[in-house]
């Protein structure tokens, strides 16, 4: 049972347009929501991330939305950029070490 | 700082063979976690050390996956015999505090590419 859900394998957009990628969830215990990105033959970096009580996250081009009512969450890119071109996996945890992902949206900006 | 270092990149070994993976965490990390992403799937969690103690072994598949981490620094995990499903990539990451989840997140190794044949 899939508790994370990336409904979207991939998104292509053009450079300077926004990326939406999208995160569905389950377990309403979750307590914290993570968005690592990862390159090819690297390991997924920490992108951003949400506390349960926030609706909404800002760091500079990432603004990260929780909707715990539809328990969905949402990062948005703006503007894309090329280098923004990865693999982005969702994540949420529910007060433990232990991180829950989804299965990744590969996004491709296209200059 | 260095990173979170793992050994070997890439390892393909036949079926039946045993293979161990070494994770280097950040110094002073004493939280270690090992993952799995298989078949361009889900990164799905193995286990969790604080320092040298399992505190959730949860997602270990079978007995064929044995983890240690002596001394409470590198960590190993070993698959013994190995199996065609367990072929993927093999990640691991560290946090000083458990609790790093909610700003800064773990940090992650480039993983071992693991292939059984």
């Known amino acids: 049972d899939q508790q994370v859900k990336q409904n979207s394998p991939s998104l292509s957009v053009q450079e300077g347009r926004i990326s939406i990628l999208n995160c569905d969830y389950t377990n309403s215990m979750f307590d914290y929501f993570l968005w690592y990105k990862k390159y090819p033959a690297e390991g997924p970096t920490f992108l951003i991330s949400i506390s349960s009580i926030k609706d909404k996250n800002e760091d500079g081009r990432f603004t990260v939305f929780l909707n715990k009512s539809a328990k969905h969450l949402s990062l948005h890119i703006v503007p894309s950029q090329p280098g923004d071109s990865a693999v982005y996996f969702c994540a949420a945890s529910a007060d433990t070490g232990k991180l829950i992902f989804g299965q990744g949206t590969t996004l491709q900006v296209k200059p | 700082e260095a990173g979170v270092t793992q050994f070997p990149s890439h390892s393909v070994i036949e079926k039946g063979q045993t293979v161990t993976l070494r994770c280097d965490p950040i110094s002073g990390h004493d939280n270690l976690y090992w993952y799995r992403r298989v078949m361009g799937k889900e990164i799905k969690f193995l286990l969790h050390f604080v320092k040298e103690s399992k505190q959730d072994e949860s997602g270990m598949p079978n007995n064929r996956f044995l983890a240690e981490r002596t001394g409470g620094t590198y960590s190993t995990l070993k698959v013994q015999p190995a199996e065609l499903e367990d072929s993927g990539v093999y990640f691991c990451?560290?946090?000083?505090?458990?609790?790093?989840?909610?700003?800064?997140?773990?940090?992650f190794g480039s993983g071992t590419r693991l292939t059984v044949v």
């Open positions: 990451a560290s946090s000083q505090y458990q609790w790093d989840r909610a700003n800064y997140g773990y940090t």
